[in-house]
């Protein structure tokens, strides 16, 4: 008889993203095989605090698993929590921390240095490759170094004045531009500008998320994204099946068509010929590889007249309901919890010994 895996599922968080994590950390919690594992959520609170369940979940749990955490004492830090949480995974034997975050403080690097320090085997990629994804501009600087395709692109330091930024731009990239924040995801805060007043406007949409925005040529073509299974190091990684993405209503695929059900059309596998399938399933394997990626990770791109453009590459993509890296690994003959049981064997690989 296979002895259980004792997972604990870590959602939530302080980002911008934290309600996506909330729902990918519930469907996780539930989707893992109950033969093979036993799962203690962890929910980090908007106010950074850690609140750990009292007990497994049983398979059966009604949503949101009411009752299962213990109230969290105003009076506790974060500090306090953290070092209580980390003292319960150490009670509970914890063989995994199975990481459903998004965005800062959960895919940039940060509880991924936590979990090394305390030696707590965790899913997904490491510190380094973390935080190179995150940064939106670093990481463009290794996907050209690795010859992989992105648009051009400049770097904004938003504490300078907001005149001699749209000047910049101007000069570098022209018009029509996409401004993102250098750090972040879901597609928070990034907008397309078309004019001078635009520009202004999405600068000042992109400071109310972070101090640099990365602004890039608009690249207008056909959205496709590929999710990529396997650590970097071993060599052994697995392309999924591209997803074109037709956002409905929106000039890209922003937070609303990520998240609202009928805002955008997700054709898995895209209908494009086997060529350009074979090339955006080499280009993601390539930034997975490049970026030092582990586990799994998606990497989006915009095909215009049969050339590539890298927008990103994400480290831990949405398992939502309607996220794409399952509906990807669905169309491979790989139902939800059989990926989630591939990311747990992935990360129990790398950590071995």
Not at 59 to 80: M, Y
Not at 176 to 189: F, I
Not at 203 to 208: D, G, M, P, Q, Y
């Amino acid at each position: 008889m296979t002895t259980q895996k004792r997972i604990a599922v870590v959602y939530g968080g302080a980002s911008s993203e934290a309600a996506v994590s909330e729902k990918s950390g519930d469907r996780v919690a539930r989707a893992l095989p109950r033969d093979r594992y036993s799962v203690l959520p962890v929910r980090i609170a908007g106010d950074a605090r850690w609140d750990v369940g009292v007990r497994f979940v049983e398979p059966d749990e009604p949503a949101e698993f009411p009752g299962i955490f213990e109230p969290s004492p105003e009076t506790r830090t974060p500090a306090e929590s953290v070092a209580r949480a980390l003292s319960r995974f150490a009670e509970s034997g914890i063989d995994v921390a199975f990481v459903a975050l998004h965005g800062i403080g959960g895919e940039d690097g940060t509880i991924q240095g936590l979990f090394e320090t305390a030696r707590i085997p965790y899913t997904g990629s490491g510190v380094a490759a973390s935080a190179l994804a995150m940064d939106k501009w670093r990481s463009r600087g290794v996907f050209a170094g690795a010859d992989i395709p992105i648009a051009r692109g400049i770097l904004l330091d938003l504490r300078s004045t907001t005149p001699s930024a749209i000047e910049s731009v101007v000069a570098v990239i022209g018009f029509p531009c996409v401004v993102k924040p250098r750090w972040g995801g879901s597609s928070v805060g990034i907008s397309i500008a078309s004019s001078r007043e635009d520009l202004a406007r999405s600068l000042r949409t992109a400071a109310a998320n972070a101090e640099d925005v990365v602004v890039e040529e608009h690249v207008s073509g056909r959205e496709l994204t590929c999710g990529v299974i396997g650590n970097a190091r071993s060599g052994s990684l697995r392309a999924l099946p591209v997803t074109e993405i037709r956002p409905v209503g929106s000039d890209f695929f922003d937070y609303r068509a990520k998240y609202t059900l009928g805002a955008a059309e997700e054709l898995t596998p895209a209908p494009i010929d086997d060529e350009a399938a074979r090339q955006m399933k080499d280009i993601a394997v390539r930034a997975h590889r490049a970026l030092g990626c582990d586990g799994f990770s998606r990497t989006d791109a915009i095909l215009r007249d049969e050339q590539f453009h890298v927008l990103e590459t994400n480290t831990i993509p949405g398992l939502t309901d309607n996220s794409l890296l399952p509906q990807q690994a669905a169309a491979a003959g790989l139902s939800f919890p059989a990926l989630l049981d591939e990311i747990v064997r992935l990360a129990l690989e790398r950590f071995a010994g």
